[in-house]
């Protein structure tokens, strides 16, 4: 395939908040995501630019993706994404988003190629940035709260503990190679091999 050297194919979008006290939260699954994924393949975003924390990623089929971690706090993820795909004209089918998810249980994961935000403040952003919601995401199961009364924000905001967090984690590293599996090929084999972990 003929490609220029300039071109860049994929937008990848790890959702969460900049900071230490965000730190393994479970709003910060994208950014554990994106961890597990400069682990697994060498791919560091540290160079800040769109208002995210960026890296460039050779696939080995030679696709290029942009790495993004947007540094603007949740519910403002849309102008980093908004701003890369201007600038590298990236059609919305190539916004690949990674989030998490409390409609999912923790530890679940599922790919779905368009969506409502579902309530999620950061997809929400990016779909009123893009004009569009037909972007693929990843959603990572952070589980919902076992407590009815607890409000959602202090939930997704805490640190999962004990089993919690060996699902969590191993979910958010699972979802690193969903990425690489729905780059190279395709949503059909991505969904297949990874929404299948889904247990209601």
């Known amino acids: 395939m003929f490609r220029r050297s300039a071109g860049l194919q994929w937008l990848v979008v790890f959702l ?3 900071g230490p006290k965000y730190a393994g939260t479970r709003h ?12 697994a ?12 924390l960026t890296g460039k990623w050779e696939l080995p089929d030679g696709q290029t993706a942009l ?31 990674v989030s998490d998810d409390i409609s999912l249980p923790c530890g679940s ?19 009123s940035h893009l004009g569009t919601d037909a972007f693929p ?7 919902a709260p076992p407590d009815r009364g607890q409000e959602q924000i202090d939930w997704v905001l805490s640190v999962p503990r004990n089993q ?16 690489r599996e729905y780059i190279l090929h395709g949503p059909e084999e991505a969904m297949g091999k990874y929404n299948k972990k889904h247990h209601s």
């Open 16 to 18: 969460g908040n900049p």
């Open 28 to 39: 910060n699954a994208g950014f554990l995501a994106a961890e597990a994924l400069a682990k």
């Open 41 to 52: 393949e060498g791919v560091s975003a540290n160079r800040l630019r769109f208002h995210a």
């Open 67 to 97: 790495v993004m971690r947007p540094q603007t706090y949740m519910n403002e993820s849309g102008q980093a994404v908004g701003e890369a795909a201007r600038f590298y004209k990236t059609p919305p089918e190539r916004v690949l988003v």
């Open 109 to 127: 994961l599922r790919i779905r190629t368009k969506g409502s935000a579902g309530g999620h403040n950061g997809l929400k952003s990016i779909i």
């Open 137 to 143: 995401r990843i959603r990572i199961g952070v589980g």
């Open 164 to 179: 919690d967090w060996e699902d969590f984690s191993a979910a958010c590293a699972q979802a690193a190679d969903a990425v």
